[in-house]
């Protein structure tokens, strides 16, 4: 089944906008980060991609671990810019970048909701201001992400990812 287009343009409804407020709180926080994080790819593969514990839409990137050069999984959630995948570094706000962050960089190929994509940092502020902006509507826990790292002066990644 082919990824889901995660239109960020799209108006979303009362159930989309309930579950980006249940997300968004402290018992969302540790649900997304201590159970959503083990469950979601198992619906992913169980459900070929129809189904995420939330209506947040989410998918898997498969890359090659930056030190280990081992096969690493972990469960994102993505929107489209055109045909490409946005994906965002946020690590729920922390201090530090996520580890697949710095699995992207070492090996840019990966593979996101079993499609082939070449990674790559947007760097342009323009565009990466543009993009966080559709990020926030797609997810407005971005917002709060954005003013956690503010402190510690850590600008939260973009990755484009082209299809190859």
């Known amino acids: 089944m082919p990824l889901r287009y995660v239109d960020p343009h799209k108006k979303r409804g009362r159930l989309y906008r309930a579950s980006v407020r249940f997300g968004r709180s402290p018992v969302g926080q540790f649900v997304a980060r201590h ?85 790559s940092l947007v760097a342009e502020a323009d565009e990466y201001a543009r993009l966080y902006g559709f990020a926030e509507r797609v997810y407005g826990g971005y917002a709060d992400y954005r003013a956690k790292t503010a402190p510690v002066g850590r600008q939260i990644p973009i990755f484009r990812l082209r299809p190859r």
């Open 35 to 119: 159970v959503a994080r083990h469950t979601d790819p198992y619906l992913f593969r169980l459900t070929g991609g129809r189904v995420n514990m939330g209506s947040i839409i989410n998918a898997p990137l498969v890359s090659v671990g930056a030190k280990t050069g081992q096969r690493r999984e972990t469960q994102l959630t993505y929107f489209h810019d055109g045909p490409d995948v946005i994906l965002l570094a946020s690590n729920f706000g922390g201090h530090k970048h996520p580890q697949w962050y710095y699995n992207l960089k070492a090996h840019p190929e990966c593979e996101f909701g079993g499609e082939r994509f070449t990674a």
